[in-house]
């Protein structure tokens, strides 16, 4: 049986200022992600790669079209429903890791969820299998300072999947970091998408970590110009070579 998509985009335009200040971030966007996906979203500077990721995520209105994430139709949510679906079902992670240097690694994935009114008990308990789903159970007491950067990168994913949240949006999470971290941090969202079932949108300057996605989807302008469906972990050398299943957008 085919799975519900998480998210779908139905000729989704973002437009930002107006008259001569007019930007066309996105423009006529449809696509939809399934349950333990992982999609690789590429394209130049300011094609509208992170305007993608706060459409799906409800952090910004689409100016016209249909996006509906985790059920719901964000063009008609409400202001409770929208903060409903950030606190419950989506997450994001970004470049840069917001980690509070005097919380310890636990404490950190903690707060959001005591600041959203859930007790401390049930908080630690969230967050201790969060950190244990990222690698990190055995050090739930230490300082963002005392981890290297991809551990704190890991921190700050343990925090974006707490709970039953089902999709991932994660914006440049490797830009900070070296080859070999990086790739420490592709494999575990990979294997978030492949073993949790969690939706992973993923956008990336790098084309070394299409061989880790099951879908690149390249923007331009705004609007999706390519698609490529990565069977069996094509390498980004076969993506480079044409030797992959490409599929025209409609
Ligand atoms: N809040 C905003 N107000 C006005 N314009 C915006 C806003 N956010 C994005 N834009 C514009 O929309 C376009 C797409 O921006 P976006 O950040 O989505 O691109 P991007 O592909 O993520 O770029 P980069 O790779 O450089 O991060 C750009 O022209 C940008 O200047």
Known sequence: MTPRPIVTFDGVTKVFGRGSTETRALDSVSLSIDP???????????????????VAGGLEAPTS???????RNLGDASVAELSSLRRNDVGFVFQRLNLIPSLTAVENVMLPLELDGMNRRQA????????????????????????SGGQQQRIAIARAITGTRKVLFADEPTGALDTLAADSVIDLLSSLARDRGTAIL????????TA??????????????DEAVMRSYASAADLASGDHDTVSPA
């Open 36 to 54: 333990g996906e992982l999609v690789a979203v590429m394209g130049p500077s300011g094609c509208g790669k992170s305007t993608l990721l706060h």
């Open 65 to 71: 079209g249909q996006v509906v994430t985790c059920g």
């Open 124 to 147: 630690r308990m969230q967050s201790v299998a969060a950190l244990e789903e990222v690698g990190l159970s055995g050090h739930l007491d230490r300082y963002p300072d005392d981890f």
């Open 202 to 209: 993923l956008v990336t300057h790098e084309p070394r970590f």
């Open 212 to 225: 880790w996605a099951d879908r690149v989807v390249y923007l331009r302008d705004g609007s999706v110009v």
